[in-house]
Every structure is written in structure tokens, then in C-alpha cells.
């Protein structure tokens, strides 16, 4: 097992990598003084609760813990109001109370609505994490926790640290190969904004990583929440560097937008959206290679790199206008420097985007 920690002050918190560890739930609950009396719930999807939901509520109950859980539908539709108030309603008739505990059970969506009640419920109760796809080693990371408005993601959420992570690499091998994909865009992100030798180490690797090497994969996963780590403990609000997390989500997200959050996985829309600023930042003045080696990176893993032909531009920039990054007219994009180092550029004009996603189409 690898241990990293988030130094975030009194809100610090272990990530614990490695196999077994849904199993041992009861266990790191109680060396982290998590509460017997309160009961747990636990929010799964129905994807994963047929695997591992047993598993867990077991450790627990043999630990003393009084489980309650709730089983959403899998996808990005879960990350709604509506649901949301699903998940309450079962933590009110669950008799949670302030020292309670819910836990997330799951992808990156169980993680974000999970985490958003557990900031909500009764102004903010104990979280954990359990995540169960690779894509979870950015989300169950950073305290970010949200669902999605019609009009836009993740626009309704807050900052909701977790008392710890439990990341056990063995549920990762029933994970369908379409999300070991889009899980994989996230890490190789990772590389991409902070660390050269990391992003060629995923480049290297990349089929010891499609394939769910388990060695390959705990090394990765550590890299890769230890970037998120490093750029969360110095700025865990946004207040600066953590934005660039962001590379390829200005335009990632606008695609996941239109293509109502089913048609394009997360890690498949910000694949598209890396490529793009990688193209965009080459239209500024860098080198060429950092778009071909961004490219490269991305198509080895079978990721998209190329604008959807059936989505029109219009489309694309409407969408762009509700997020979050966009302020008087000019976007906000995260742009590479080199491999392993990009900047914040909060000037992008529409034009530059248009000429991106047209150079992107062919
Ligand atoms: P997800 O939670 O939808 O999981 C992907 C799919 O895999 C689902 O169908 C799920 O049921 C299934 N699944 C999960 N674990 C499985 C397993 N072990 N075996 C078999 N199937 C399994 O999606 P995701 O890709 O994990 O996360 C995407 C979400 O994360 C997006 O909503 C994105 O916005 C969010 N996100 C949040 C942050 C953050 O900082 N909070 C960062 C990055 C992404
Ligand atoms: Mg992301």
C-alpha cells in the first residue's frame, strides 16, 4: 500500500493506493476515529454496487458501523438537483446525523454528488472517499464537490474535504475499457501540467496501463494524485495555480455540455480539449512538437484529439459562454508552455477558439 498525504492544514487527509482496500473499510474507519454511533451512507451507482457494495458495508458492520446506502443510476445524469435530493431524503430517512459519515462508492460521479451532499447535509458532515475508476485518482482528490445544472457543469457545488481516500486498485479491473481510457486522459493531464518525465513515463507505459497492470497502474495512480496533491495544498480554493488543473476543461467541458452529458465521457471531452490547447498555444508562437507529442500522448491511449464533425462550431462556443472560465467576451484557458508546463491565459478571443475547433475538424 502507498500512503500520500494532502497538507491542507487542520483539513489534511491520507490517499491510501493499493489492493485489498475496500475490504479493510472497517478498519481505516475506526484508526480514523470515524463515529459508531451515527450511521454511515453510503452512495453508490448500479454499476458498482453489485461489485463492490457488499464488500464495504461488510467491513464495516464487523467494525460496529451502522450502514446505510443509496444506489443511483450509473452516468452524468446522476450529477443533477434532482438526484441530489434522492440522496438526502435517504440520509434523512437513514437518520444521519452531524456525526455521520458519507461515503462515495464509485467514479468521479458518485464521488461529486456524494461529496456535495455530505457539504450540504446538516451544513456539512464527515466524507470518504472509496473511488473505483481510474478517472477518480483527479475527482476523490482537491475537495471539489458539485452536480451539474441543465445549462452547465458543476456549476452548483462547494469545497468539501474528504477525512481520507481509499483507492483499492483491485476494483479497477472490471472497469469497461471505454472508462480505463477516459481515466487514463485525467493521468496523462497530469503529466502534461506538472511533470515532463511523468508524462513520458505514461507514454512509455501505455499499454501496461490500458491492460490494468497492477504495478504500472498503483505507480500512476500515485503520481497522479501526488500532482493533484502538491497543486491543491498550495492553493486548495482557486485562487491561482489550481486552475491549472483545468488544461483541456474550458472546451472539454463545453463538449460534454452539448453532447448532454452522455455522448462524450469526461476524459474523452477534455482529450479533445488538451488537443485544442495545444493547438491553440502553437497558434500563439510555441513549438509545433507540443501539440504532436500532446497528440501522440492521447491517440496512444485511444483517446479523441479531433473536434466531433457533428457538433458546429456555434454550438461549441455557446456553451463555452456558460462556464464558469468565461469573463467580458475573452475565455480563460489553460495553455502548455512545454510538456510538463503550461500557463493561465485569461485572454483568448472567440476567433482564436473558432480558428482551433476548424483545425481541429480536418
Ligand atoms: P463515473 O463515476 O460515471 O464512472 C464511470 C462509469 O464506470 C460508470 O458507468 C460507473 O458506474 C462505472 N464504474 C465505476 N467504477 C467501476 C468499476 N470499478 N467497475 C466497473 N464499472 C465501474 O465517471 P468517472 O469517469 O469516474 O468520473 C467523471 C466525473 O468526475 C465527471 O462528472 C467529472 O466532472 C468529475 N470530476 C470531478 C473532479 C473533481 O475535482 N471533483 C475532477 C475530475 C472529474
Ligand atoms: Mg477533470
Excluded at 187 to 210: E, P, S, Y
Excluded at 218 to 226: E, H, N, P, W
Excluded at 228 to 251: C, F, M, P, W, Y
Aim: hydrophobic content about 45%; aromatic content about 6%.
Amino acid at each position: 500500500m502507498r500512503t500520500l498525504q494532502v497538507d491542507l492544514g487542520e483539513r489534511s487527509y491520507p490517499i491510501y493506493i493499493g489492493g485489498g482496500l475496500l475490504g479493510r473499510a472497517g478498519e481505516f474507519f475506526e484508526q480514523h476515529g470515524l463515529a459508531k454511533k451515527s450511521p454511515v451512507l453510503i452512495v453508490t451507482d448500479d454499476h458498482v454496487a453489485p461489485l463492490y457494495l457488499d464488500t464495504v458495508t461488510k467491513s464495516l458492520s464487523e467494525q460496529g458501523y451502522r450502514v446505510v446506502s443509496k444506489v443511483v443510476k450509473a452516468g452524468e445524469k446522476s450529477k443533477s438537483l434532482e438526484v441530489f435530493e434522492d440522496v438526502m431524503t435517504a440520509a434523512i430517512e437513514g437518520g444521519l446525523d452531524r456525526h455521520s459519515a458519507v461515503v462515495a462508492l464509485g467514479g468521479g460521479v458518485v464521488g461529486d454528488l456524494a461529496g456535495f451532499v455530505a457539504a450540504s447535509y446538516m451544513r456539512g458532515v464527515s466524507f470518504v472517499q472509496m473511488p473505483t475508476t481510474i478517472l477518480a485518482h483527479d475527482s476523490s482528490v482537491g475537495g471539489k464537490v458539485a452536480v451539474n445544472h441543465r445549462l452547465a457543469k458543476n456549476m452548483i457545488g462547494a469545497f468539501h474535504q474528504p477525512k481520507m481516500v481509499l483507492y483499492d486498485v483491485d476494483s479497477l479491473q472490471t472497469l469497461p475499457i471505454r472508462e480505463v481510457r477516459a481515466g487514463l486522459s485525467e493521468m496523462v493531464k497530469h503529466g502534461l501540467i506538472w511533470n515532463a518525465a511523468f508524462a513520458d513515463w505514461c507514454r512509455q507505459h501505455t499499454a501496461d496501463l490500458l491492460a490494468l497492470d497492477p504495478e504500472a497502474l498503483g505507480y500512476g495512480l500515485t503520481q497522479g494524485c501526488s500532482i493533484k496533491a502538491q497543486v491543491v495544498s498550495v492553493d486548495e480554493r482557486e485562487q491561482g495555480l489550481r486552475a491549472i488543473l483545468n488544461l483541456g476543461h474550458t472546451l472539454g467541458h463545453a463538449l460534454e455540455a452539448i453532447g448532454g452529458y452522455g455522448e462524450f465521457l469526461h476524459g474523452e471531452a477534455i482529450s479533445i480539449g488538451m488537443a485544442a490547447a495545444a493547438k491553440l498555444a502553437v497558434n500563439r508562437g510555441r513549438d509545433l512538437s507540443i501539440y504532436e507529442e500532446t497528440v501522440s500522448v492521447l491517440k496512444g491511449f485511444g483517446l479523441p484529439t479531433a473536434m466531433p464533425q457533428q457538433h458546429d462550431e456555434h454550438a461549441i462556443i455557446a456553451a463555452m459562454m456558460h462556464d464558469k472560465k468565461f469573463k467580458e467576451q475573452q475565455l480563460v484557458f489553460v495553455l502548455p508552455v512545454e510538456i510538463g508546463k503550461v500557463e493561465i491565459v485569461a485572454d483568448v478571443t472567440l476567433d482564436e477558439v473558432r480558428r482551433v475547433i476548424a483545425e481541429l475538424k480536418e
